[in-house]
């Protein structure tokens, strides 16, 4: 199941988004995001996103990003310190990198 | 409510604010002699002074806000019941109220004004003197300053610099986002404050399913490299700062490059974070920059404050006056042609008509203020009448959204405070007095107002003692203004209190023997153009009543030819126009009366008055103008017709000359001058006693 | 720059917070308490809010609480106005939903300064 962003994913549509993640998750099991729209975001995302990647873990589904986070995301990931040591499942996770390079 | 005359000045704003402030303020406290247990009304003169405080500190009325931060402080301990809401409490409140006023008055003169502000400044140390005593606060007055006393602050413990750098951890309270704090900015301070790395710690990430999607999960380790204080970093995060876990830690200058914190510092809440209780209160106004001295106040002119509604109403019409324009200038540059053109051209005149007539009435409608603000101050004035006096005065208003021109309301208070220091020192009785008269032992007095046609009607009646016409007799035969057993008309005798130098106060008292008598109150009200009767009942009160045009700027009047010249009476004056037959003219050469409806009328031939020259035309008129129930006829040579008459006032080489009050210009750019009716009536009756005298 | 909304019952404190924003290119709304202020906040999306505690009808601390009710205000920052050295009345504010504070009287630098904190830039 994919699940798409509009330009805007802020604080203020979190909890919307939110609720669209878990009834995908619910419905289908395995769910993609697709971000590449989004223009204008915040941390909640990040941590949403971080937060459905626990949810899958723990509850044996896939969960991924359909595409590379594109360059909004990835200067938001960078400003919030989210790149600077980031583990290799982190980088495989936002930047779509092989693991164990 | 938009501003007009305050501008892009907030100092000038200011002032206007602290005068409605204080107003009402005022009124409050005087509803508070009333119920003295009223939340509501402790919290509106509470607020009224913080407001007053705060604003004033604000721009540079510093001695203000000292001032008025000790009455806040008593009324915020009434407000939280510490202290109890007593009379003294409110009556040394009202004088701090004056003493407010001028200190708003004071601040932004020159500084030559020192020496009143000295003066005002021992007069302020008197009042909170009182205030403390009232509410019970014997303890030392708080220091005189609006300023957080917090300002000497150091941080004890460890230094407060770092060689290396620090290692700073931290996580926000769980709504700091949804309340507004974004940390990506935090992080951006601080990387602006040293070389800095920053690593997100997402390990305190709920599962999706439990996640409050607004709460704030994250937390932050940073390597702070550079010289950067620990002010400087907890100044990053000032406004969080009690709510969250921060922790910092010197970098060793032995392990500058030391990596980040191990995992374990991943939760930060276990860890000793330091307590708000360790550290001083700091304030961004402290923190950021202490406020430098206020700016100086600027004088000010005068301002009106206008509902927004009326600007718009304005600007409508504006908008139909450039419509209107671009139409004329359409057919200007097109020509005239034919009756077509012509028809335009009366079209668009008769639109231009009609806009300035709006015009006009909306710009003077711009002028006006309800009388209620005019109302208000004279509360307090009888207030502080009764307990000087101590009688038992209630007054009452009536008609208070009646609108007047804002200069004659200004100009109206004076004598208004004149007639009621009158009512209340001589007209109204002791309460002992009252009550042997079989009258309530309050007095009453009245003030009310009323629109009736171009004019205001304001009524200040009591019910009183009345005047007594045989002190008022006696008063005026000993000043020679009458003769000793002169027969007057009741309305003469007592119009008699009107002359100057007379006064009835067999005792001066604080109150009343100021020095301004009553022919102030009348020459002031005649010179807006009003009148003032006086009606008394021996033993039931008196009133007085005054008639105010409502504005001073255009009256209506009527445009009248004598010999070569043009003139303007005041149309409201006008009482009718009659013809002066060649047979009536020469028949009262000597005397000069008419008679009109059984009644001899006196009246003046201007022509001669004025000196023309010129031979009467063969049908002259006679204007009936009236005032104060004195007529008085005029003869014009001829009636032109009424006419909206735009006042100029005279030059100062002219204001002195009587008769005229004043010029406008007409249609044609000729110049006409405005009678005075009250100096021709009073030019009348003279001339009636003159020639009754010559028998 | 950004869209902000001054709520505070002294005009002339509006006006003053009005000529250091909008000198500095921000749009600035204004309402004159704390319930024009709450109708405001519900009709647009605002950057910033800047607000005095101490207002008739409405007061700060309720209008606060009432804004971050409204979805289309979560997270906008709200400053609030205070002359108090009160810590009591910070941290009711603080807990009402408030972003952070401005001790009066200040001078328009500091007003800029604690904006450009809060908004970043």
């Not at chain 2, 013809?579 to 009366?593: A, F, T, V, W, Y």
Request: hydrophobic share 45%.
């Amino acid at each position: 199941m994919l699940v798409p962003l509009g330009e805007s994913a802020t604080i203020r549509n979190a909890e919307t988004i939110c609720e669209s993640l878990l009834a995908a998750f619910d419905e289908h099991g395995d769910v993609e995001l697709d971000a590449s729209a989004v223009v204008e975001a915040d941390l909640s995302l990040i941590q949403l996103v971080a937060a459905a990647r626990v949810h899958a873990a723990r509850t044996g589904r896939r969960f991924a990003l359909c595409a590379p986070a594109n360059a909004a995301l990835e200067a938001l990931l960078r400003r919030g310190g989210f790149l600077t040591a980031p583990s290799p499942a982190d980088r495989a996770f936002w930047l779509g990198e092989e693991q164990g390079r | 409510m938009s501003g007009v005359g305050e501008g892009q000045d907030p100092v000038a704003a200011f002032r206007v604010e602290a005068a409605d402030l204080l107003d009402g303020t005022e009124q409050a406290l005087l509803d508070l002699t009333h119920d003295l247990g009223s939340r509501e009304l402790i919290d509106t003169v509470f607020r009224g002074m913080h407001t007053l405080k705060g604003s004033g500190a604000m721009f540079g009325f510093d001695a203000l806000a000292a001032f008025t931060h000790h009455c806040e402080t008593a009324f915020d301990r009434v407000r939280k019941g510490l202290a109890p809401a007593t009379q003294e409490l409110v009556a040394v409140t009202l004088s701090a109220m004056d003493h407010m006023r001028a200190l708003v008055e004071v601040q932004g003169q020159a500084s030559g004004a020192g020496l009143a502000a000295a003066g005002i400044a021992a007069a302020g140390e008197a009042i909170l003197a009182q205030l403390h005593a009232a509410i019970g606060d014997t303890a030392a007055p708080p220091p005189a300053t609006t300023r957080d006393a917090a300002t000497g602050n150091s941080d004890g413990g460890d230094a407060g610099e770092a060689q290396g750098g620090w290692r700073i951890a931290f996580r926000l309270p769980a709504d700091a986002m949804a309340n507004g704090t974004n940390p990506l900015i935090l992080l951006d301070e601080l990387r602006d404050l040293g070389e800095a790395e920053v690593v997100a710690q997402t390990g305190a990430i709920p599962p999706l399913d439990v996640l409050e999607a607004q709460e704030c999960h994250l937390g932050w380790e940073v390597t702070l490299r550079g010289p950067a204080t620990r002010e400087a970093i907890e100044d990053v995060f000032i406004f969080v700062m009690d709510d969250m876990d921060l922790r910092l830690e010197p970098l060793t200058a032995a392990a500058p490059l030391a990596p980040p914190l191990p995992a374990a510092a991943q939760t930060p809440a276990e860890t000793p974070a330091q307590t708000p209780a360790d550290r001083p209160a700091q304030t961004p106004a402290q923190t950021l920059a202490e406020t430098g001295p206020a700016r100086a106040a600027r004088a000010t002119g005068e301002s009106v404050r206008v509902p927004a509604e009326r600007l718009d109403v304005l600007m409508d019409r504006v908008g139909e006056l450039v419509i209107v324009q671009s139409r004329l200038a359409q057919l200007a540059s097109g020509g005239i042609n034919g009756p077509a053109g012509e028809l335009a051209l009366r079209s668009i005149s008769e639109e231009v008509e009609r806009l300035a007539s709006e015009l006009r009435d909306t710009t003077m409608v711009l002028r006006m203020v309800p009388i209620a603000t005019l109302f208000g101050r004279f509360r307090r004035l009888v207030h502080d009448l009764a307990r000087e006096t101590g009688k038992v005065i209630e007054l009452v208003t009536d008609g208070e959204s009646t609108e007047i021109d804002k200069t004659v309301s200004e100009r109206l208070a004076d004598p208004i405070v004149h007639l009621i220091r009158n009512s209340c020192d001589h007209g109204l009785e002791p309460p002992e007095e009252r009550v042997a008269a079989g009258k309530p032992a309050g007095g009453r007095l009245r003030l009310a107002a009323e629109q009736a046609g171009g004019e205001v009607l304001i009524t200040i009646a009591d019910d009183g003692r009345g005047i007594d016409r045989e002190r008022v007799r006696a008063k005026a035969e000993a000043n020679g203004l009458i003769q000793p057993g002169q027969v007057l008309a009741d309305g003469e005798l007592l119009q008699l209190i009107f002359q100057p130098g007379f006064s009835t106060a067999a005792q001066v008292t604080n109150l009343s023997g100021r020095g301004v008598g009553m022919d102030v109150v009348k020459r002031t009200i005649e010179a807006l153009r009003g009148t003032i009767d006086v009606t008394s009942q021996p033993g039931r009160g008196s009133v007085m009543t005054l008639r105010i045009p409502l504005t001073l700027a255009i009256i209506e009047g009527l445009l009248v030819r004598v010999g070569e010249g043009k003139y303007v009476i005041p149309l409201a004056a006008v009482e009718e126009c009659i013809e002066l037959s060649l047979e009536d003219d020469i028949r009262s050469r000597g005397r000069s009366m008419i008679q009109l409806r059984e009644q001899l009328v006196p009246f003046l031939r201007l022509r001669e008055l004025f000196d023309t020259g010129t031979r009467p035309d063969a049908f002259q008129k006679i204007v009936v103008i009236a005032t104060g129930g004195e007529r008085v006829g005029l003869v014009v040579d001829q009636i032109i017709g009424s006419h909206q008459t735009v006042i100029k006032s005279m030059s100062c080489l002219h204001r002195g000359i009587p008769s005229f009050s004043g010029a406008t210009i007409l249609g044609d750019g000729g110049v006409a001058l405005i009678l005075d009716v009250v100096q021709l009536v009073a030019l009348g009756q003279q001339q009636e006693e003159r020639l009754r005298a010559a028998g | 720059m950004s869209t902000i909304l001054t709520v505070d019952d002294s005009s002339s404190i509006r006006m003053a917070i009005r000529i250091a924003l909008s000198g500095a290119g921000h749009t600035v709304q204004e309402a004159g308490d704390g319930v024009q202020g709450l109708a405001s906040a519900g009709n647009a999306k605002f950057d910033l809010i800047i607000t005095d505690l101490n207002m008739p009808n409405m007061n700060g601390l309720e209008m606060i609480r009432e804004i971050r009710k409204l979805p289309v205000q979560a997270g906008t920052p709200i400053i609030f106005l205070t002359t108090e050295s009160d810590e009591g009345l910070k941290q009711q504010a603080r807990a009402a939903g408030a972003t952070g504070w401005l001790v009066k009287p200040f001078e328009p630098e500091n007003l800029l300064r604690v904006v450009r904190k809060v908004l970043g830039q």
